[in-house]
C-alpha cells in the first residue's frame, strides 16, 4: 500500500488522531528551579568522579637541563558549582550555564633525585550546554543535550614545602597535561548527568493503570512547547479499556490553561478526559448495579419488597405477595460531564427494571423505567490520584415497560429518591473515592495543591517533592 493510502487508512480507523491533547501539563519556572537544584547536585556528583590520570614527562628546563617529573595520585578534594542556571530558551530548551566553579586537587609532585612535595591545585571551570526537551518514541519527554562545551582554567598550585621556584620551571607543561586531561572528561559527565535525567522522564506513567477494566495514556501528543517561562506538554490524557483501544465517538475540544505561576506544576484535565471514563466504563458493562434490600440501611422508611411497591401499584402486592424485590440499575449510554467555572455536572441515562424474587430465586420482571439523572460532583487530589464525590442533583423517571399494567410512576419518585440517595450513590462515591491516576514521574509527592474547575476543563495547581 502505498504511504498516502496508509495515511487514509489510519484517519479512518483514528478519528481522534488529531493532536488535542485531554490534559495539559505546564512547568513553571519554580519547577525549572527545583529541577535546577537536583540537577546540579546530580552533575555536581558526577563531576567529581573526574579520574585524574598520573602525569608523566621529561622536560629540558634551564638551567638544569633535562628532568623527569611525575605527579601521582592526584585527587579531587573539593569541587564546587556555586553559579548555576538552567534558562528557558523559548522555541528551542534549556541552557545550562556555569560559570565560576572550582575544582581543588591535591597530589603528589616529584622531580628526580628532588624530594616528593605535596600539591594543592584550583582550577576554575565552565560548562555550558543546550538542552532540547523532545518526545521519545514512547511519548515520553527525553532531554538532549546537544552543545556540550567544558573549559578548565589555568592551575593555581600552593605547596606545602619551598621549591617553588622549582615548580615554576615545569608549571606549563603540568597545567596543560592536567586542563587536558579534565576538560575531556567533563561533556560525557554531563551527559551521563542527562541520561540520569532520562531515566526519571521514563518513568512518567504512559499507560495509567486504573483498575481491571480501564488505563489511562499519558503520552505526549505533540513535542513540548517552551516559552520564556514555562514548559508546557499535551498528553493524551484518555481512557481506555484494558488491551482494547477504541476511539470514542468524541473529541478532545482544545484549550489553554491560565497564565498562573504560584505552583510547579499545573495539570489541566478536561472534560474529554473524564468523558472517556465514562465511554470506557460503559463498554465495559461495569456501569450496572443490583440492588437487593440488605442494601438499604436498616433505618430507611422503605424495604425492597412487594408489599412496599404494592402501596403504589396494587398490581404488584396482589400477583406476588410477600416477596422480595431486586432492582437493576444500568446506563444505557456512557454519562456526559461537563465542567462550567465551580460547577461538575454528570448526566446520565440509565434504565432500572424491578425483579419480584420467587421463593426458588427467579427474578420475575414487574416493570422497566427509564431515567435521566443529574449529579453535581466535587472533585479533590488524594496522594497523586484524583477523586471525586458525587450527589444527587434532580432526575427523572418515565415508564419504559410494565408487566403489572399501567400505572402513576410518579408516585414511585421518593422510593426511587431513597435509592439513588441511599445505595447508588454511596456505591459509586466508594469507586471515586479511590481515585484515578495523576500523570507522575517516580517517587513523586504533590503539596500545596489546589483543584478549580474551569470552563471545560479543571485545573489542578501543585508544587512537586521527590523522595
Ligand atoms: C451547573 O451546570 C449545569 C449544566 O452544566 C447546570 O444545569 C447547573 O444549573 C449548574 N449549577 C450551578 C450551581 O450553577
Ligand atoms: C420458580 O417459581 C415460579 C413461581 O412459582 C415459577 O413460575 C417458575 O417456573 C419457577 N422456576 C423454576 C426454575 O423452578
Redesign the pocket.
Known amino acids: 500500500m502505498s504511504p498516502c493510502c496508509w495515511l487514509a487508512l489510519l484517519a479512518l480507523v483514528s478519528p481522534t488522531l488529531a493532536t488535542n491533547p485531554g490534559v495539559k501539563l505546564k512547568l513553571t519556572e519554580k519547577a525549572i528551579e527545583y529541577g535546577k537544584q537536583i540537577g546540579i547536585a546530580t552533575l555536581q556528583q558526577k563531576l567529581k568522579t573526574i579520574q585524574i590520570p598520573d602525569i608523566a614527562g621529561t622536560e629540558k628546563v634551564s638551567p638544569i637541563g633535562k628532568v623527569k617529573y611525575s605527579l601521582t595520585e592526584m585527587k579531587i578534594v573539593n569541587l564546587g558549582l556555586p553559579k548555576s542556571d538552567l534558562t528557558l530558551v523559548p522555541g528551542t530548551g534549556i541552557s545550562l550555564s556555569i560559570t565560576n566553579a572550582f575544582i581543588n586537587l591535591h597530589g603528589n609532585w616529584r622531580v628526580r633525585y628532588l624530594h616528593v612535595m605535596f600539591m594543592l591545585f584550583s582550577l576554575g571551570l565552565t560548562v555550558t550546554d543546550s538542552l532540547s526537551i523532545l518526545s521519545d518514541e514512547t511519548g515520553r519527554p527525553t532531554v538532549r543535550g546537544v552543545n556540550c562545551e567544558a573549559i578548565v582554567g589555568s592551575a593555581s598550585v600552593k605547596f606545602h614545602g619551598g621549591a617553588s621556584w622549582l615548580y615554576n620551571l615545569f608549571s606549563s607543561f603540568i597545567d596543560k597535561a592536567l586542563r587536558s586531561a579534565m576538560q575531556k572528561q567533563i561533556c560525557p559527565l554531563v551527559a551521563d548527568a542527562i541520561n540520569d535525567m532520562n531515566q526519571h522522564l521514563k518513568t512518567l506513567n504512559v499507560l495509567a493503570k486504573v483498575d481491571n477494566h480501564a488505563e489511562i495514556e499519558y503520552s505526549m501528543v505533540t513535542p513540548p512547547s517552551i516559552s520564556k517561562s514555562s514548559i508546557d506538554l499535551n498528553l493524551k490524557g484518555e481512557f481506555y479499556n484494558i488491551g482494547k483501544h477504541q476511539e470514542p465517538p468524541f473529541s478532545p475540544t482544545p484549550f489553554s490553561l491560565p497564565p498562573q505561576i504560584n505552583n510547579m506544576l499545573y495539570i489541566g484535565v478536561s472534560a474529554f478526559t473524564a468523558n472517556t471514563a465514562g465511554f470506557v466504563y460503559n463498554n465495559a458493562g461495569v456501569l450496572g448495579l443490583r440492588i437487593t434490600d440488605d442494601m438499604i440501611p436498616p433505618s430507611s422508611p422503605i424495604r425492597l419488597n412487594t408489599r412496599t411497591l404494592g402501596t403504589f401499584v396494587p398490581e404488584i402486592s396482589k400477583r406476588f405477595p410477600g416477596l422480595m424485590v431486586e432492582l437493576l440499575v444500568q446506563t444505557v449510554k456512557e454519562p456526559t460531564i ?1 465542567f ?1 467555572p465551580n ?1 461538575v ?1 454528570v448526566q446520565a441515562s440509565c434504565t432500572m427494571t424491578a425483579y419480584a424474587v420467587q421463593t426458588n430465586s427467579t427474578l420475575t420482571p414487574l416493570f422497566i423505567l427509564n431515567m435521566e439523572g443529574s449529579v453535581s460532583a466535587r472533585l479533590f487530589v488524594a496522594g497523586v490520584m484524583l477523586a471525586g464525590a458525587i450527589t444527587l442533583n434532580k432526575f427523572e423517571i418515565t415508564l419504559g415497560t410494565s408487566y403489572v399494567g399501567p400505572f402513576q410512576v410518579q408516585s414511585l419518585d421518593n422510593i426511587f429518591r431513597i435509592v439513588l440517595k441511599d445505595v447508588v450513590i454511596p456505591q459509586i462515591n466508594v469507586r471515586l473515592e479511590k481515585g484515578f491516576p495523576l500523570p507522575t514521574i517516580g517517587k513523586m509527592e504533590l503539596i500545596n495543591t489546589e483543584l478549580q474547575v474551569l470552563k471545560g476543563y479543571m485545573l489542578i495547581g501543585t508544587d512537586v517533592k521527590f523522595t
Open positions: 461537563s462550567q460547577n455536572t
